[in-house]
């Protein structure tokens, strides 16, 4: 039997009440940093973001982690009495320790904030753009609507929100609307999940958006608020996938049998479909077998035409602008200060291969727009004429518009 004395019991005593001490200051000289940071953090967030931005919530993102600061620059603040719309950009050192920068700071958090009617210019993707990535290793993620009620996107890095303001707001009458964007600044691998944001930062950023957006409403004399966004907003679905299996913007593409014709698209970049949303996409995309079978099979035509090379090289892009966003819709011209207006209540075609379509919903302007790939915009047009009246024919008795306005026929011809 082990048998300890009472004066080695007391040294033992003494010994961990020695430990104890040590640790428990340890703890609160960690505790007071944490604490530092955090105010330090919140009150960086509140100057910076005229204190419309949830701070805590934005402390919550994952790169948030370190001494937070912002940028002292008119430019990278919010400013009330200035014009809008107007961003806010935040800085981390675990940001940029974890990306590598030699100061250990680094730009990763941006919100910003606007009004509608705002006379922002819109405008769908030029011929010459790309549609998906040019290059394999990069995914393509297209955005999907937010849900819950709340006129929404969610993107690969950032949540953008809409709050209608009907009765205009206390200084303002013309304002018929709100709206922010919560954006992180090129994540890196260390904060991404399989290419992606993390579950966690996808929904912290939806409720730093929506709150924006409330505070800004409130500030602005507004009536109305944003409920709280879904508290489970689901990852990107990476495209583009078989056009036949289509079942969200681009249904009607698979639906209708286009992708079983050789010289149209026979994949679809696509989101799930949602009414209220200011832009709505269908992408339709050739898989490089098609689009170098149709190349080979055109040789006259594609004289002097490069091959396509790169994936997703020949597309058509269908857009829908609603609402405010459908009053400012400009179509690429050749000539590049002179875009071609896509007028609601009409219709027609660019000098380059972009058409636009009109109609109205509930007294509100809808665009329907087309562009056409460089390459492809020289094959196949007449034939994409079909494909775009039974796009818009869509989303015409989806939304319930009327009024429909389609380009004439003789407009449909191939660039030379």
């Not at 993390?198 to 608020?225: H, K, M, P, W």
């Not at 020949?314 to 009053?327: I, P």
Request: aromatic share 6%; proline share 6%; hydrophobic share 35%.
């Amino acid at each position: 039997m082990l048998i300890i004395s009472d004066h080695r019991r007391d040294g033992v005593r003494k010994s961990v009440n020695v430990l104890l001490c040590v640790v428990a200051v340890a703890g609160i000289g960690l505790s007071s940093t944490v604490l530092w940071q955090n105010l330090n953090g919140r009150h960086q967030i509140n100057q910076a973001c005229a204190g419309l931005v949830p701070a805590g919530r934005v402390l919550a993102l994952s790169p948030a982690g370190g001494t937070i600061s912002h940028r002292v620059a008119d430019e990278g603040t919010i400013q009330l009495d200035g014009g809008l719309p107007q961003d806010c950009e935040i800085f981390s050192t675990e940001a940029g320790e974890k990306h590598g920068t030699s100061s250990g700071e680094r730009w990763f958090f941006t919100a910003t904030v606007g009004v509608q009617p705002s006379g922002e210019t819109w405008s769908p993707e030029d011929p010459l753009d790309h549609l998906v990535s040019p290059f394999s290793d990069d995914p393509t993620y297209p955005a999907e609507p937010l849900g819950g009620g709340i006129a929404g996107k969610v993107t690969a890095s950032s949540v953008i929100v809409s709050l209608l303001c009907p009765e205009g707001t206390s200084s303002d009458k013309s304002t018929k609307g709100v709206w922010a964007r919560a954006s992180l600044m090129d994540p890196g691998p260390a904060f991404l999940e399989e290419g992606q944001l993390t579950s966690q930062d996808r929904n912290t950023l939806a409720e730093i958006t929506v709150g924006t957006a409330n505070n800004f409403a409130e500030y602005l004399g507004c009536a109305d608020r944003l409920p709280d966004p879904p508290e489970d907003i689901p990852a990107l679905t990476e495209g583009p996938i078989p056009a036949a299996r289509a079942d969200g913007t681009c249904a009607w593409y698979g639906k209708a049998g286009f992708a079983r014709q050789r010289q149209l698209p026979d994949q679809a970049l696509e989101s799930r479909t949602h009414g209220t949303l200011w832009d709505e996409q269908c992408g339709l995309t050739l898989s490089d077998t098609r689009a170098n079978d149709l190349w080979e099979s055109n040789a006259a035509k594609t004289e002097g035409l490069a091959r396509p090379s790169d994936p997703a090289d020949w597309y058509v892009s269908l857009h829908t602008y609603a609402g405010d966003a459908a009053k400012n819709v400009y179509l690429k011209s050749n000539n590049d200060d002179l875009p071609v207006a896509a007028e609601p209540g009409e219709a027609g075609r660019s000098d380059r291969s972009a058409w636009w379509a009109s109609s109205q919903c509930d007294g509100k302007p809808q665009i329907h727009t087309m562009t056409v790939s460089y390459g492809y915009n020289q094959l196949t047009i007449p034939a994409l004429e079909k494909v775009f009246r039974a796009y818009v024919t869509d989303v015409v008795a989806r939304r319930g518009c009327k009024d429909t306005k389609f380009p004439a026929s003789s407009t449909f011809h191939a660039d030379q």
